[in-house]
């Protein structure tokens, strides 16, 4: 759930890209980010315009990975970038194929493998 959520404002499509960040972070650590605290005050971290600590990941994932997540994660939505500008992060552009879809080894690649 993003701050502006939490906070009951507005909801656009940069409540999605928030949500990515989270997916991403679940699929890497297995949990939730604030995984570690109760409902409220995971509710009341996010609230208070902290996203969450961006350290612990496991070493194969990229420094490449981790831009891509503090992107996602960016508190204000105004600042935080659209699916298209996400799409352009080098994460994804360092590991097309010729085509512009994903390369074979894509994953193994983004994950320094």
Not at 5 to 22: F, N, S
Not at 35 to 60: C, D, K, M, V, W
Not at 80 to 86: D, E, F, Q, V, Y
Request: hydrophobic share 35%.
């Amino acid at each position: 759930m993003s701050p502006e959520v939490v906070r009951g404002e507005r909801v656009t499509e940069k409540c999605d890209i928030w949500a990515v960040g989270c997916t991403v972070w679940e699929m890497l650590k297995g949990k939730r980010p604030w995984s570690g605290l109760g409902r409220e005050a995971a509710l009341y971290n996010i609230g208070r315009n902290q996203h969450p600590p961006l350290t612990h990941f496991p070493q194969f994932f990229s420094n490449d990975g981790r831009d891509f997540l503090q992107f996602c994660f960016t508190i204000e939505p105004e600042n935080r970038p659209s699916a298209s500008m996400l799409l352009k992060h080098r994460w994804f552009k360092n590991n097309e194929g010729e085509d512009g879809r994903a390369s074979s080894s894509s994953l193994d690649i983004m994950l320094n493998k």
